[in-house]
């Protein structure tokens, strides 16, 4: 990060307020000038005289400021920090001002810069589950979302309230690869559309029930996203998933393996890069009942295996595209997972342990081993939106190998 990059960090009431004064010191290890922005709940949980230290900056907390030395300095200083920043981050972010962003109040110094600022706007989530998962919180990040604001999610653990679920705030780290990724975005990908997988597929077996699995999309979102910021024209696949899809990306809705082999095939012409991340169903059903089904005794399934789409992919592209393919596995199994690359004749495989209780499936967090015919690199758990930045980091080796190989052939 460049020492001329100033970052403009809102806090707001809530118990994860604490942890922005951490973050503040990881942004100035990275370089950033910091100046805090603090809602009147957010200094019920956390001093400002704890950010004017760390910072060496005045602490805004009031759009009526009675130190400042004219009536009209205190009336535009949210303008003057507006233009100031380079980016306007935001954690934690609570559901009311997530609601008062949507919407457009502008009550008091956050939001009135929030409205004033051309800068990019990162915003981090903190509160109760459901209060997160609530309708109307969701209505409001999907909007914010559409704007083109990056949504650094909430992760699922122990919350203040005493529950377990999502909402709580994101790790330090994580937060601030998405400042950096805005303040200084990789641009490696242009000229690049990356065709990706992402959610479950659905095999029905009646009008009303199906066999599928707990993936929520977050993996190919995440990728999707990632690849988007770096220049990328990205176009997504995607079954069933529980998230929003991120902006400024091609999204095709598909239920079943059938209808996303169908689908990337029809558009794999286009791809320079394909990442199947999604967790496609490896059977269906032979017979689907004409109507459902009752509980009248044992029942047996009839199962026949779906579409290789990977090895159909393979079969299929243009020379030059780039497979990368995703193992959910129970266990590291590096041995299995290349044997699966090697069959299905993709460039890379990724794989990742589905038996750790709180990362893969429905989880916010992860880790993987990045695997080629001759390579291993080992991704440390993290944030999903970390791991897709990591894998998409291997894009360039990957490529200047297959060159290499396309030449000796």
């Excluded at 009550?107 to 990019?120: Q, R």
């Excluded at 998933?241 to 209808?259: G, N, S």
């Excluded at 081993?369 to 690199?377: G, H, M, P, R």
Aim: proline share 5%.
């Amino acid at each position: 990060m460049s020492k001329s990059s100033n970052v403009l960090l809102g806090v707001c009431g809530g118990i994860a307020a604490y942890k922005s004064a951490e973050l503040t010191r990881e942004l100035q290890r990275h370089g950033a000038q910091v100046r805090v922005v603090m809602t009147r709940a957010a200094q019920e949980f956390i001093q400002p005289l704890t950010f004017a230290s760390l910072t060496g900056h005045k602490v805004f907390t009031d759009l009526w400021d009675s130190s400042a030395t004219t009536d009209a300095a205190a009336v535009i200083e949210h303008i003057a920090q507006a233009q100031w920043a380079d980016v306007l981050l935001i954690a934690p972010a609570t559901a009311h001002t997530l609601a008062k962003l949507t919407h457009g109040l502008a009550d008091d110094f956050l939001s009135a810069a929030y409205l004033a600022t051309e800068a990019p706007v990162v915003l981090a989530p903190a509160m109760n589950g459901n209060m997160w998962n609530h309708p109307a919180t969701r209505a409001n990040v999907l909007a914010l979302e559409q704007r083109g604001h990056r949504i650094v999610a909430p992760e699922s653990g122990y919350l203040a309230c005493g529950t377990t679920g999502d909402g709580r705030l994101a790790d330090t780290e994580t937060i601030v690869r998405a400042v950096l990724d805005l303040l200084n975005p990789p641009r490696d990908l242009a000229g690049e559309t990356v065709l990706i997988t992402a959610g479950g597929t659905r095999e029905p077996i009646d009008p009303v029930r199906f066999l599928g699995n707990r993936s929520s999309g977050r993996m190919g979102y995440a990728l999707a996203a990632a690849a988007e910021r770096r220049g990328a024209r990205v176009i997504v696949v995607s079954a069933a998933a529980t998230l929003t899809p991120p902006p400024r990306c091609e999204v095709i809705r598909v239920d079943t393996a059938q209808e996303m082999h169908a689908a990337v095939l029809s558009r794999l012409p286009e791809a320079t890069i394909v990442i199947k991340a999604a967790a496609v169903a490896d059977f269906r059903v032979c017979h689907i009942a004409p109507t459902k089904l009752h509980r009248d005794g044992p029942l047996t399934l009839e199962l026949e295996p779906t579409e290789d789409i990977v090895r159909s992919v393979v079969e299929h592209r243009r020379p030059g595209t780039l497979v990368i393919a995703f193992a959910a596995e129970m266990g590291l199994d590096i041995a299995r997972a290349r044997e699966k690359l090697q069959r299905k004749g993709a460039d890379a495989i990724v794989l990742n342990d589905i038996s750790r209780e709180g990362l893969g499936f429905d989880s916010n967090r992860n880790a993987a081993v990045f695997l080629t015919e001759d390579s291993v690199v080992h991704i440390p758990e993290s944030s999903k939106d970390d791991i897709a930045a990591q894998i998409l980091d291997q894009v360039p080796s990957l490529r200047s190998h297959q060159e290499v190989a396309l030449q000796l052939r």
